[in-house]
């Protein structure tokens, strides 16, 4: 994780090389680092966003690519020869296309900011505990976004205990898919304070199997 202004900067370097800003918001998209979408903390527009998971709720698969109105003529076009052929078997599925509308429409009806709000409170609460854990490290919170790394001898991406810690929340009804040794927390908005402790409660018994990792 990286502060708004590291991403600001990086708009300002694209800008004075000609670049086009690219933003991925599959997953900090819709709320998930507390705005609508994480480029709004740096006050930045990129030339082409892409979007995905929040899009219908999570509910169905369906994604976005938003560009600027000058990107999207210069694609466009009745030459065929100059098309941008991009579309596949599932491109405007109805199903997925009308859950994104009204998921669109839940923004637009319900408190959905005020829950993000109170979920980025409530994860930044759970997880104060382990700051100073010694069986852990690199304890941080974005939004509705909680991660933290257990201590172990090969740590990264590919360490040993990451498959481990997957099945170890498995068993216990929980749906964690550890990146290695990184644990992190992106829980559904409607997530009960009770439902977070039964996760954090699982992290911590999951330390223990740090011991057995080299």
């Excluded at 076009?77 to 599925?93: G, L, P």
């Excluded at 010694?134 to 201590?151: K, Q, S």
């Amino acid at each position: 994780m990286y502060p708004a202004s590291v991403l600001a900067e990086l708009k300002r370097i694209a800008e004075r090389s000609g670049t086009l800003f690219i933003a991925d918001e599959v997953m900090t998209g819709w709320g998930r680092t507390g705005t609508m979408f994480a480029c709004e903390q740096a006050a930045v527009a990129p030339d082409i966003l892409c979007t995905s998971n929040g899009l219908t709720g999570g509910s169905l698969p369906l994604a976005a690519t938003l560009a600027t109105d000058e990107i999207f003529r210069a694609h466009f076009s009745r030459d065929r020869a100059k098309t941008f052929f991009h579309s596949s078997s599932y491109t405007a599925n109805p199903i997925a296309c009308a859950a994104a509308l009204a998921n669109v429409g839940i923004w637009k009806d319900e408190p959905v900011a005020e829950r993000v709000a109170a979920l980025s409170r409530m994860q930044a609460e759970k997880i104060a505990p382990f700051n100073g854990d010694p069986r852990f490290e690199n304890v941080r919170t974005t939004g509705t976004i909680a991660a933290l790394d257990l201590r172990v001898g090969n740590a990264g991406y590919l360490a040993e205990v990451g498959p481990r810690l997957r099945a170890f929340f498995l068993e216990r009804g929980l749906l964690v898919r550890p990146l290695g040794n990184v644990i992190y927390v992106l829980p559904p908005y409607c997530v009960t304070s009770d439902e977070l402790d039964g996760l954090y409660a699982a992290i911590d018994e999951a330390a223990g199997l740090a011991g057995n990792s080299q």
